[in-house]
C-alpha cells in the first residue's frame, strides 16, 4: 500500500512557476513509476507527466513540454512536478499516481495509486 500526499500548489500569476510535490509512504518507493495528471473543472483528467522507476525514462503531454519537469528523489521517495511558463489553461487540481512498475506509465487507468490533489491556479 502507498499513501501520497501532494503539496505545493497555489495561485500565480501567468508567466510564473509553482513547484509540486508528492511524498510517497512505503519502503518501496524507488519501484514504482509516479505520474501526474490534472483536471480542471468541467473537463476529464488529463495525463500530464510520468518518471520511470529510476528517471531515466520520462514522457510529457505536448500541452506542457518545455514547460514542465519531473523530477524524483527516490532517497526521499518524493517526485516533483517544476512548472515553468504557467498559462491560465494549466489552472487545474494537480494528482500524483503511483504504480508498480520498471517502465513509464501514460495511461490513467493503469495507476494503483493516488493523491489527494492541489489545486494550481493561474491567473491572467
Known amino acids: 500500500q502507498v499513501q501520497l500526499v501532494e503539496s505545493g500548489g497555489g495561485l500565480v500569476q501567468a508567466g510564473g512557476s509553482l513547484r509540486l510535490s508528492c511524498a510517497a509512504s512505503g519502503r518501496t518507493f524507488r519501484r514504482y513509476a509516479m505520474g501526474w495528471f490534472r483536471q480542471a473543472p468541467g473537463k476529464e483528467r488529463e495525463f500530464v507527466t510520468a518518471i520511470s522507476w529510476n528517471g531515466g525514462s520520462t514522457y510529457y503531454a505536448d500541452s506542457v513540454k518545455g514547460r514542465f519537469t519531473i523530477s524524483r528523489d527516490n532517497a526521499k521517495s518524493t517526485v516533483y512536478l517544476q512548472m515553468n511558463s504557467l498559462k491560465p489553461e494549466d489552472t487545474a487540481i494537480y494528482y500524483c499516481?503511483?504504480?508498480?512498475?520498471?517502465?513509464?506509465?501514460?495511461?490513467?487507468?493503469?495507476?494503483?495509486?493516488w493523491g489527494q490533489g492541489t489545486q494550481v491556479t493561474v491567473s491572467s
Open positions: 499516481a503511483a504504480r508498480p512498475s520498471l517502465r513509464v506509465v501514460v495511461v490513467g487507468d493503469e495507476y494503483n495509486y
